[in-house]
């Protein structure tokens, strides 16, 4: 599946008051996941294997390291989760992955997920970064736009108080390798 979407990510000290913001206009929470995400060596973009209960992905992307709003284009492919209480092992996808391309870097976090219509809101806690919130505002089909994206992005900065101070124009990755702090 492909999609296009508007997203931006900011270091967070407000997680609760967005939790109750999100819970006011009933958004459909997905639940709590901790996800492992295994990006690999590509000439082109982003490749990352996403391991966890609730989203288990590859995912391929492009994207610029730019502040603010910024547009994704991103490849999904639905995999199948590693048997539950199989400790150690290894996704099978993973190994050829592994084997094929090398691995970059690794990102741990717990993710609550959230969605209003075709808005996804992720409140993470990752390992060794700290405490974050994302807001994709999601085009599966080609239907809304890059405007109508853009302001439903813009809304809910506004409305979660998020300042361009706050916002991260690199991806988690960036940030563990950049501070030398890989999980492999």
Known sequence: M????????ARSTRNEEIRRILNKLEAEYRGMDHQVDTYFH?????????????????????????????????????????????????HPLKKILTNALGVLVSV?????IFFLDNVKFHIDSVDRLGEFVEIEAIDADGRIGLEELRRQCD??????????????????????????????
């Open 155 to 184: 809304h809910f900065i506004a409305l979660f108080g998020i300042t361009g101070e706050e916002m991260i124009a690199e991806s988690y990755s960036d940030m563990l390798m950049r501070q030398g702090q890989q999980k492999l």
């Open 42 to 90: 590509v000439p082109n973009g982003r490749l990352k294997l996403r391991e966890g209960r609730i989203e288990n992905n590859l995912i391929h992307y492009q994207r610029r390291n730019e502040g603010g709003p910024k547009v994704s284009q991103v490849t999904l492919f639905a995999c199948e989760q590693v048997a539950a209480g199989d400790t150690g092992a290894v």
């Open 2 to 9: 492909s999609i296009r979407n508007i997203e931006i990510k």
């Open 108 to 112: 741990s976090k717990k993710r609550e």
